[in-house]
Structures are given as C-alpha cells and as structure tokens.
DNA sequence: CCAATAGTGTCTATCAGACATTATCTA
DNA sequence: TAGATAATGTCTGATAGACACTATTGG
C-alpha cells in the first residue's frame, strides 16, 4: 500500500486519543501584587470551580497551539498579551475525570490596565492575587500549574527583564525592580539592579518622569529586543 | 444535570482532537562526535524515512507522557536514559499528513557504551552523527525538533553539567569539557572549565586515571545531585 | 630525550552585593 | 525644613578569561 492510499483510508477516530487542550497562566502586576487570571468554570467537570483560562483545540479554526492559547486569552481580555511562552505539557491518566489527558500550559503577561476594561465586561473571568489564589480549590491540577509558571518567572526574574512585559508599556525602575522582588521573594539592592539593566541598554528613557511623593522616577519603555536579552551573571537566589 | 450524570454521558468520540505523540531527541556523546538516535519509519507516513524514536500514547498502560516516551526509548536502546526532561510541545495541523497533531518532545542523555549492544540487535534504529543528520530528509518536522534540543542543550552546557549524562559514569574532566565544546561550539579555558566544576564540588574523584598517550587523566563520577546544579554565571556564549 | 596530554599559578576584567551619600519632589 | 522616594559613588568579593607554566605518561 502506498501512502496516498493509507492517508486515504486513514480514520483516526480507529485509535484512541487523549483529550487535549490548553491552559495560560497569565500574570499581571497590579498595586504590588502578582495576579493571575482566572475564570469561573461553567460547565462540568468542575463546574463552578475556577480555573486557568483555556480549552480544547478548535481543529477547524486554529491552525496551531499558540492560535488556540491567543484566542482563548482574547476572549477573556479583548486583547492578545504582549509575552507568551509555552511552559510545559501536563499529560496523565488522572489529571480530568473525563479520562487521559494533556494539556499544553503556557505563560503570559500583560499589564492590568490593558484589559481592566475588557475584564468587567465578563463576569466570569478575574485577576486574583497569587497570594490567595494559593489557598483555593481550583479545577484540575491549575494550582500545579500555576506554581510551575511562577518558579518559571522566578528564574527569568533572575537572568532577565520578561518581568517587564507585566507592566504597562511605560513604567518606572523602581516599579520593575520591586516587581523582581516579589517573584524572587527577597529584596535587591537597587543599585545593582540599576546597573545590569543601564549597561545592557535594555530601557528607553522617555523623557519622562512620575512623582509619587518623593523624587520624580524617570518613566522607561522597554526596547524591542530587550525581552531576549539574557545576563551572563544571575542576582542571587 | 450534575457531574457524576454528565461523566457517564460523557463520549469523547463526539469531539474532534488531535493526534497525540511523544518524541525523543536521544543524544549521546562518542567518538568526538555529538549522536542522535534515529529510528527508520517502518509505517506511513513518511515510510522507510528516519526519525525520532516515539509514538502514540498507549491509554491502557501509559499512565503519564513520561512513561510513554520511557517505554518508546526502551524498546529501542533497552534501557530507560539516566537524563529525561520534556523540552516542547509543537502541535499544529500541517506538521502530520494524517492531520492535526500534537507531539510532546523530549530530551534524553545517556552513555554511548550503555545501550551499543542492544541497538546492534535492533535494525532499525542507529545513532547518527548531529553534523550529518542536518543534512538529511528526516520524517515530519523531525529536523526542527532536533535544532530546538540542540540549541537547549547548548544553553544547559553554559551554566550546568548536565551534558554529563550523555557520557558513561565514569569519565574524564578533559572529556566533559570537550563535549561541552561540541555543544558550544567554541574551545573553551580548561582552567575556568575545571575551576567552577572544583568549587562547586560537583564531581567526586574515584582515584583511578586514564592514560590517553599523555599524562593520564583523573576519572571523575557525578554526584547525585550535580544534574540540578546551576552555576550563577554562565561561560561566554 | 621529545611529544602529547593533564593539570596549576596567577593576573586581569567584569559585575553583583553592600551601604553611604546625594538629588528632587511634596507638604 | 522635614519626610519621602529616586538615583549615584564607591568599595569589596566572587569568578570567568587569558595564558604561561609545571606534571606525568609513552615511545
């Protein structure tokens, strides 16, 4: 038999397939505190219970995995996120009650106010505080999940700027470096911080400055290639 | 209609999803040479083309993704690699001529020696070195997976040990360091190479040595936990 | 002895940590 | 002027790069 013939008589619904879907786990930095976006499951399994943004793959419209994450991300936010990275893929026998499953789980980060509007408009979907969002129930393994993403973004916080792109387009040092020290979950000297990211040229003054009851902070925006720039040296862990 | 009623209902036969496969980019480190493991395609598509050693998720038995590609791997080297991690998944609706499909890729390390035996029984699956695999017409979209290990495992080689698991267990600091080399692509200062490996006591000394038509060369064996160990600066890129 | 390979000594350059100091705003 | 926040000056310590040097084998 030749392959056009196989192809032909090829029917995969012959073998039995995991389920597969996709799962974001989109972080935004908002008043000091990492959120993430979660969104309230309305049908089963686990229906009411909430859970990462995501779903199954739409085999007639999407013509890859990350089209399948970005439109999911679009419906809850209105907008496709400035970052997004593949995590990791999640697949066992146990992790959905409807049987094997995989999921494809991404990162994402977007700056609250660029959805903030979009977000109130659905009542199903809210940014919640990672710090809380650690004491719920949520559906399937997300909690895994989310834990995954943050010691992801930890590491890049240490080697990297990606951070940033949690911010708005425009945002202070001292804004980034504190938001560094929320993923890292230690203080840094600021001085060092400064530094790195001065010497690596990765910021663009605007011209800029915002006050906040003390000396004005100088108001940055991150250059086009400075998400890909990586330090040789880490801050310490 | 509550959770128990809707599982009962449920027929994931009535939702289209894609294929789902494991693939393993399997290096190892001989003759001076990086090596991949290729498996020559027995099936359509792509028959009698060599690709990665992989396949199907076995529902029945495979109770992880991990297990899977573990079994896949055993069947072809004999013996389950000492280094596994996940390295991305590209799912999309052109990659499989048979239709949309999702391959969850790994990388595998192990010694060349480890499994020589066992492959020599088995006709169809070799190990070929990385340099010419570039130029072959490999099955799927094989040849990007590849490029995407490599390019990982060239960034481990600059702030880890891990290439060590692509040697046997004992073996020789000039040897490690000429494969991280490989993997660089650069030479590299032996004195900064063994320096960082000494202080960050990663290997342990077994007193034996080997004699190379020189002076002969301390052999060295990883300690347990040296695989997790992260230098905080890399070498030069 | 020489050739070959392994391993060391030591200087320099870079860059993060520490922390004191200065700058610029508002009340 | 005081308090708050932003930004700088400057010293120290850790560690990678460079490269000359010494050590240990076989022929």
């Given at each position: 038999m030749d392959e056009k013939q196989f192809l032909a008589e090829?029917?995969?619904?012959?073998y039995d397939s995991p389920l597969v879907t996709v799962d974001a786990v989109l972080f935004t930095y908002h008043e000091e505190c990492l959120k993430v976006l979660l969104v309230e499951r309305?049908?089963?399994?686990?229906?009411?219970k909430w859970g990462l943004p995501g779903g199954f793959v739409d085999l007639e419209h999407d013509k890859t995995l990350e089209e399948t994450v970005r439109r999911k991300l679009k419906e809850k936010t209105g907008i496709e996120p400035p970052y997004l990275e593949q995590l990791q893929s999640i697949g066992n026998a146990e992790r959905d009650k409807r049987g094997w499953s995989v999921t494809v789980a991404y990162t994402a980060l977007m700056a609250y106010q660029a959805c903030a509007s979009h977000i109130s408009t659905v009542a199903d979907a809210q940014w919640l505080a990672l710090d809380k969002v650690g004491q719920m129930d949520l559906a399937f393994d997300h909690q895994a999940i989310i834990n995954l993403a943050r010691e992801r973004m930890r590491q890049k916080a240490l080697y990297s700027?990606?951070?940033?792109?949690?911010?708005?387009?425009i945002f202070t040092l001292p804004e980034l470096q504190h938001l560094h020290e929320v993923l890292i979950g230690k203080a840094l000297q600021k001085k060092s911080f400064r530094r790195r990211i001065e010497q690596a040229e990765?910021?663009?003054?605007?011209?800029k400055k915002r006050s906040e009851g003390g000396r004005p902070a100088v108001l940055y925006r991150m250059k086009q290639s400075s998400g890909a720039y990586t330090f040789v040296r880490n801050l310490e862990d």
């Open positions: 090829y029917n995969k619904h012959h309305a049908n089963h399994p686990d229906r009411g700027i990606i951070p940033a792109y949690a911010l708005p387009e990765l910021l663009i003054d605007t011209g």
